[in-house]
Nanobody, 122 residues
Framework: QVQLVESGGGLVQAGDSLILSCVAS???????MGWFRQAPGKEREFLAA????????SYEDSVKGRFAISRDNAKTTVYLAMNGLKPADTAVYYC????????????????WGQGTQVTVSS
């Protein structure tokens, strides 16, 4: 079992930057982690993922170059750094973890946080 708690969301202006954090408990070093978002009336969207053991990352094309996923050395916290935010980035952002030792960035995620709201004003 992995427990996830996101933080760092808020109200920002277009062009601003924001860093989201996801604190994981329950042996998170064995789990590949991902960030997703869901805007009102839209399906949940994959954004980025990081391998459970290596520094391998994967990004959705729409955020590549603007968003960056990383994790601390203890692998207890995963970050999503977001630059050049746009109103279209407004959504609830979720952190998620795959079952241990799996690396399928766009595959199934078994554990989810509660989400953190990001609102970008124009």
């Amino acid at each position: 079992q992995v427990q996830l708690v996101e933080s760092g969301g808020g109200l920002v202006q277009a062009g601003d930057s924001l860093i989201l954090s996801c604190v994981a408990s329950g042996r998170p070093s064995r789990h590949s982690m991902g960030w997703f978002r869901q805007a009102p009336g839209k399906e949940r969207e994959f954004l980025a993922a990081i391998h459970w053991n290596d520094d391998i990352t994967s990004y959705e094309d729409s955020v590549k170059g603007r968003f960056a996923i990383s994790r601390d050395n203890a692998k207890t916290t995963v970050y999503l750094a977001m630059n050049g935010l746009k109103p279209a980035d407004t959504a609830v952002y979720y952190c998620a973890a795959q079952r241990q030792f799996i690396w399928q960035p766009r595959g199934q995620y078994s554990y989810w946080g509660q989400g953190t709201q990001v609102t970008v004003s124009s």
